[in-house]
């Protein structure tokens, strides 16, 4: 269970500096529909994760 945790959070750590690049790339060019939908995929990602994360938790 540790171990799933850890690969847990370093995913989310991982999805969370994607969705700041994300997020960044939306500031420069706030006309990009395109980083907007990279956006919204890598959130759909990281809620997917986290509810997965808490889902284990409340299991245990």
Do not use: H, W
Not at 6 to 31: M, T
Not at 37 to 54: G, H, K, N
């Amino acid at each position: 269970m540790i171990e799933e945790v850890n690969v847990s959070n370093a995913k989310i750590e991982a999805l969370s500096e994607r969705l700041a690049e994300c997020f960044g790339a939306c500031a420069a060019a706030p006309d990009d529909r395109a980083a907007g939908a990279t956006a919204d995929q890598v959130l759909a990602e990281l809620e997917q994760l986290l509810r997965r994360s808490y889902d284990a938790g409340a299991s245990s």
